[in-house]
Structures are given as C-alpha cells and as structure tokens.
C-alpha cells in the first residue's frame, strides 16, 4: 500500500499530510483500529512494533529530503516532553535513525496543561487550543531546520496540528523552510452534531442510506504480522 497523501489548511496556506491508513473515532464505536492505536499510545505490543515498523516502511516514501528537523505534539498534560520516552518518541527517535532526520522534541512546549480535547467539537478544539503552542527559540538545534516534520498519531481535526503550525509561525515570521506533516491514521467519519456516542458494539457507515448501522465484531490479530497486514491494508 502506498503512503496516503493529503493536505491540512493553515492561514491560507496547505502542508502536506502523509498517514498509512484511515481511522473511525472511538465516539463513532468501536473497532480494531482504535483499540490498536490506543494501546500503541499504551506501549503494548504487538502493537507499538507493528506501527513503528509500518511508519518507518511506508515513511521512507515521502519525497522529505535527510535532515529534516522532527517535533512532535504534546500530550494534553504535557507543557514539555517527558524525561521517559513515548510512543511518539520512539517513532521520532525511529524515523531520525533511519531516515537521517534530527528529532529535537524540546524544542515544542505549550504554557500550560490543557484538557482532553477528543469530546470538543471543531471550533472548541480550536479555542483551547489557541496560543496554547510556543517554541523555545534558545533551545540549541545543532543547525537551522532546513525542514520541519511534525509527528502525531492521529489527525481528526486537525486542531492541535494547527496550533503547532501556528507556535512555527510566530518564532520564525519571516521563515520559508518547508513544513510537512505525519500522522499514523487520519480520522474521515465525523457523527452528526448532538449524537451520542456508542459505546461497546462495532458499528459501521451505511454508503446508500449515510446511516450507522450494527456490523459484524471485527477479527481480532495476534502477532505483529497479522497487525502489520492489516495496518498496510487499511482492512480494519
């Protein structure tokens, strides 16, 4: 499978966007996509292997030249990275190693802790986020970015990506150094405003009536390769 290609809109301006596979939010029900993301923020395995290992495969196809300078979004407690390495870390430590980029998270702080922002709606998200987002500009990179790549693992509404975008822009104003965008999944289903959530059953989009309709437990996998397959296939 090749590496899906996008763009995200900030300030009259597009950023490319790569992702491996598309991803149906936790409030829409529940699937194996979701579940295996979360226990990748988690660190469980097999699936915080399977992710790295499908990133760094499919990653390798982005036209971003070596020496790119990697930040990747905080967690919402976070103002700082932690001393003890995410998952997103590691997929940072992962894609400077063997891509020849420089991972320099510290770069990124924010001034506060915010609250979880997954329930918000777009515009919500928007407003917590604002201003939220700073970088440290004495915080010593061996050399100026020839490029930025901002890491998340996963993109719904593009609100905190956004925000990064916007921290980039406010300490170097005058800067023209490209700025690309990576994500594992990108959400593509949104529920209609005022629906509740549902909970516990895998529910499916109907395509004829743009109805959710009860569908069939997904099979589950366990071991990396079953994972890895299902990852590259975008079957989930």
Known sequence: MPLHHTYLSYNQHLYSHYYLCHYLPASAGRDN?????LRFKKGRQPDLEGWLDCSLE?????PIPPGAT???ALHHHEITV????????????QF?????????PQILQKTH????IKLFSKPRREEALQGLYRIDTTYPLPSPPGHWLIIDDVLTSGATLRAILQALHQAYPSSTTPIDIFT???????????????KGRHYQFGEDDMTWTLAEDPAPYYSVLQLKTRILSDAF
């Open 33 to 37: 996509l979701s579940h295996s993301l």
């Open 58 to 62: 499919l990653f390798a196809q982005a």
């Open 70 to 72: 990697i930040i990747r």
């Open 82 to 93: 932690s001393p003890n390495p995410s998952s997103l870390d590691l997929l940072g430590q």
């Open 96 to 104: 400077a190693h063997h891509l020849r980029h420089h991972y320099h």
């Open 113 to 116: 802790p915010n609250q979880p």
């Open 184 to 198: 594992m999944a990108r959400a593509t289903t949104t529920l209609p405003a005022h629906s509740p959530p549902l």
